[in-house]
DNA sequence: TAGGATTTGTGCGTATGTATT
DNA sequence: TAATACATACGCACAAATCCT
C-alpha cells in the first residue's frame, strides 16, 4: 500500500501552480480533483502502476477518504488521456503502448519540440534562467549517484521547464498529453540500457539547453531539444527489440 | 427541445466506423458512449449549442434515457477536450475560446496539417479518392444552395478525409482535438462573412486537394492544406473584431 | 439581507459483465 | 458447464454551491 502523502518536489510545484493560475482557487473539489490527477499520472509514468496493472477503484477511494464516484471522474480523465482503459467486469488497467504507436508519437513529439520555438516563443525571464540553471545542478547530482526514478522526475522537471519558452498553450498541453503517453515506455527502457551513460547524455543535453536560455534563444534551445528526442529514439530503438502488446 | 436521433450521414458514418474498428464492438456500453459523446460534440461545434450554453445534466440524461451518471461521464470527457466547463451549482457551460487562443490553435492547426504530409502519408487508396471526388461534388452543389449548417458540415467530413492520408493516429488524435475546439468560432465567423464567396474558396480547395489526393502526392494535399487554414486565419482576423471572453 | 429554487458534486446500493474454479 | 467472486456501470437520494427574487 501505498503512501497518500508525497514530499515530491514536482507535486508540489504543480499544487502551487495550479492555485496560481489565472483564477484565485476558490473551489475545494476542483483542488483535490487536480492534486489526485496529478499523483495518479506521476505515479504511472514513474512506474510506479507499471502497465497492465489493475487499479482498484475502491482501494483509491478509501486511500484519498473520498468515495468512488469522484474518484471515477479522475480515472475518466486519465482514460481520456490514454493512460488507463476500464473495461466492465473486468478492472482498471493502465495502458501499455504498442511499438508503432511508441514510433509516431516520438516523430510527433521532434516536430512539436521544435514548434516550441517557432510559436509563441517567450523570452525567458531570470526566474526561468534560475529553474534550468537549477535543473543543471540536479543533473550534475544525478551523475554522481545515478537512480532511474531520479532521472525520470528530472526529465518530467526538464520537460516542464521547456514548456515555459512559448506561450502557445494549445501547444503546451499537446506537448503535456504527447510527453506522458510516452514517459513510462522510455523509463521502462532506461532500466536495459546503460544508465550512467543516458545521465550523462541528458545532464549534457539540460546545459546545451540552459546556455541557448541564458542567451535568450529559444530556437536553439528548441533544436537542441529536438535532436535529442531524435537521438534518445534512435538508442531506445537499438536496445528495446522486444515489443509490448496492448491496446 | 431537441429530437434525440438524427438522420445526419455523418453521425453515421462515425457510428458505423466505430463498429468497423480493431475489435468487434461487442460492449453495447462503450458504444452508447461514443454515439453520445459524438452527438454532443457534433451539437457544439455546429453551434446547436453556442458558446455560453448551459447544459442541463437532467434534460440530456431524460433525452437519452439513461441516469445521470452515464451521461456525466460522456460530459467529463468533453470537458477533458476543453468544450465544457461544470461548474458546482451554476451548470455544465459550453466554453467560448478567447481571441488569443484562437490565434494560437490557429497557428499550431497550419504546422499540423503540414505534417500530414511529412509524418506516415499513407497512400490513397480508391476508396480515399472516391471519398474525396464526393466531397467535391458535394461542394458544387453547395455552392448552387449555400447553407451555413451544411457548410460546417462538409467542412468536418472534408477534415476527416485529410486525417485518412496519414498513418499517425496521434497526429489526427491531436489535430482532431484541436479542430473541435476552432471549428465553432469558425462557424460563428462564417456568418458574419460573404458566405457565397467563402463557399466557392472551400470547393476550390477540396477540388485542389482533390487533384493531389488523386495522384498520390499526400504532401502537395497537405501544403494546400496549410495554405488555405492560412488564408482562411486572415480572412477571419480582417472581418471579426469583436471578442468573446470567456475561461 | 435572506431564503428558496436550481444545478452540479457526492455517497452508496444494486445491476451487469468477466474470469475463475 | 455452472456457480461464485469481484470488478466496473448504473440509478437514485442527498449534500453543497450558486443564483435570483
Known amino acids: 500500500m501505498r503512501e497518500y502523502e508525497t514530499d515530491n518536489d514536482y ?85 501499455d503502448v504498442e511499438i508503432d504507436a511508441f514510433v509516431q508519437v516520438y516523430q510527433l513529439r521532434m516536430e512539436l519540440a521544435e514548434l516550441v520555438g517557432k510559436l509563441s516563443p517567450v523570452p525567458p525571464t531570470p526566474e526561468t534562467i534560475g529553474l534550468f540553471r537549477e535543473l543543471e545542478r540536479r543533473g550534475s547530482e544525478l551523475q554522481q549517484k545515478p537512480d532511474p526514478r531520479a532521472f525520470a522526475q528530472l526529465n518530467i522537471d526538464f520537460f516542464h521547464g521547456l514548456m515555459r519558452l512559448t506561450e502557445n498553450e494549445p501547444l503546451r498541453e499537446i506537448s503535456e498529453r504527447l510527453y506522458y503517453q510516452t514517459a513510462r515506455i522510455w523509463l521502462k527502457s532506461i532500466s536495459q540500457m546503460n544508465l550512467a551513460q543516458e545521465v550523462a547524455i541528458f545532464a549534457r543535453e539540460i546545459a546545451e539547453v540552459r ?20 537521438m534518445s529514439f534512435v538508442r531506445l530503438s537499438n536496445t528495446k527489440p522486444e515489443t509490448a502488446t496492448q491496446a
Open 211 to 230: 546556455t541557448a536560455v541564458e542567451i535568450g534563444d529559444v530556437s536553439a534551445a528548441s533544436h537542441i531539444r529536438r535532436s535529442h528526442i531524435s
Open 11 to 95: 507535486e508540489m510545484a504543480r499544487a502551487a501552480k495550479s492555485g496560481g493560475g489565472d483564477e484565485t482557487q476558490v473551489n475545494a473539489s476542483r483542488e483535490r480533483f487536480q492534486r489526485i490527477y496529478t499523483l495518479l499520472r506521476n505515479r504511472i509514468c514513474l512506474l510506479d502502476y507499471p502497465p497492465g496493472t489493475r487499479l482498484s477503484e475502491e482501494a483509491l477511494a478509501a486511500e484519498f477518504g473520498i468515495s468512488r464516484t469522484p474518484l471515477r471522474r479522475v480515472l475518466g480523465w486519465l482514460e481520456s488521456q490514454g493512460l488507463l482503459r476500464s473495461v466492465h467486469g473486468v478492472g482498471t488497467i493502465v495502458t
